[in-house]
């Protein structure tokens, strides 16, 4: 199928991951052509953790997409969707971190204590950082592929936690956070539904056996 032979191209990789700059180079175009607005680093704070959601809820629908498309090649991108999501959350926490507290870590620590959607926010940004460094086939290696699989089940912890944290974060106008919550929703479900229906249909395929042995 010419899906299939694209997806499993080895060139293909390249197109997707400058796709995937095409939000952090846009915004030092703005930069350079002075229109990030009248507060700068409000913009780019709101841009990068935007794009963190984004590339978040994109590597959850990975999944999703190979089961209702018939395309298990989708997952050679997830790993670099996983990783441009930590990317853009870096950036996001840089802008925090530098531009806006000055590397106050004092400030910083009263944030993250007083500040409830400081706190989801990091904690989300927290549970990345073991998915980036643990992203590897060397890494799947020395876990173990079911102890790996566990630990990435961490995505959810920074989906949820990064919907919260937006949520918190806009108080009046809670639209866009609405509707990244109801994505990330959806696609857990689906997960949720998918597991039910392989342990079911594990559980016909063993009574099957069983009623063949006896008989």
Not at 58 to 84: D, H, K, N, Q, Y
Not at 95 to 115: A, H, N, P, Q
Request: one cysteine or more; hydrophobic letters at 55%.
């Amino acid at each position: 199928m010419p899906w299939k032979r694209l997806l499993t191209a080895r060139w293909m990789k390249i197109p997707v991951f400058t796709l995937c700059l095409v939000p952090v180079l846009l915004l030092v175009w703005k930069y350079f052509h002075q229109d990030l607005g009248a507060n700068p680093v409000e913009f780019i704070t709101h841009a990068t953790g935007d794009w963190t959601l984004r590339f978040l809820a994109i590597t959850l629908a990975v999944s999703p997409l190979r089961r209702l498309l018939g395309l298990p090649e989708l997952v050679r991108f997830r790993r670099m969707l996983g990783l441009f999501a930590f990317f853009y959350g870096c950036l996001h926490f840089t802008t925090y971190l530098w531009l806006d507290k000055f590397f106050d870590f004092s400030e910083i620590g009263k944030d993250v204590l007083k500040r409830p959607f400081i706190t989801a926010g990091f904690a989300g940004f927290v549970a990345m950082a073991p998915l980036a460094l643990t992203s590897t086939a060397g890494w799947i290696r020395r876990l173990g592929g079911r102890r790996w699989q566990m630990l990435h089940r961490l995505i959810y912890v920074s989906a949820i936690a990064g919907v919260v944290h937006y949520y918190w974060l806009v108080k009046s106008d809670v639209r866009k956070p609405l509707i990244y919550g109801a994505i990330v929703f959806v696609l857990l479900a689906e997960r949720v539904v998918a597991a039910r229906r392989k342990s079911a249909a594990g559980r016909a395929r063993g009574a099957g056996a069983n009623l063949a042995a006896i008989k």
